[in-house]
């Protein structure tokens, strides 16, 4: 899903000269909440992965993302769960601070944006009779950033959803559409390479 958005993300960036030379980066959130933990709320840090957007191949940049977030989970997964506190609160600090204090844009934001992959229910789900043919999420957006892509599974279905600025990202549909060929592009170079 990383080398989709990431795909996506290069050909939208290109189509309006604005590509940069340095890959763009994406902020993970984790959950941190342990298998025992029955609370409600959100209990989430962040990894930060590369996304290589620098890198035409798809499949060089599929094995580039591959080798970042594997990095990133390992060590992550490798702290005590102090430490992982400890991190989470390091990590949100300035922009909890941002946020609070009014003072957001200031600084730039730690990453480029947000991708999330949220496990929804895997079985059909049904309001008073009516069966809940899809779901798709709706993110927020930190100040600093103009996009957050996130995915919800449902029922065997992966629905994703692009929640973006709209002054700062010019038909910010397309990608949408970009993601979908990325899809269709990987399919493709895996199925021929036998991978």
């Known amino acids: 899903f990383l080398c989709m958005c990431a795909g996506a993300l290069r050909r939208y960036l290109e189509e309006l000269g604005v590509l ?33 957007t620098h890198i035409a191949d798809p499949l060089e940049r599929l094995a580039a993302i591959r080798k970042s977030t594997q990095l990133a989970k390992q060590r992550f997964q490798n702290l005590p769960r102090e430490a992982i506190n400890s991190y989470t609160s390091l990590f949100m600090a300035p922009f909890m601070l941002q946020l609070l204090s009014g003072l957001g844009g200031l600084t730039r934001p730690m990453f480029n944006i947000t991708i999330s992959n949220v496990p929804g229910p895997d079985t059909i789900r049904y309001f ?32 994703v959803g692009y929640t973006g600025c709209r002054d700062t990202l010019p ?3 397309r990608l949408s559409v970009y993601t979908g060929e990325a899809l269709e592009e990987l399919e493709s170079l895996l199925g021929a390479s036998g991978d």
């Open 128 to 159: 008073n009779g009516a069966k809940m043919e899809q779901m798709y999420p709706v993110s927020l957006l930190a100040h600093g950033q103009a996009l957050n892509i996130t995915v919800v599974s449902y029922a065997g279905q992966f629905n």
């Open 20 to 52: 940069p030379d340095e890959p763009l980066t994406a902020g993970l959130p984790v959950s941190v909440r342990a298998n025992d933990d029955v609370g409600s709320g959100n209990a989430i840090s962040f990894i930060i992965a590369n996304l290589h």
């Open 171 to 173: 038909h910010v549909q």
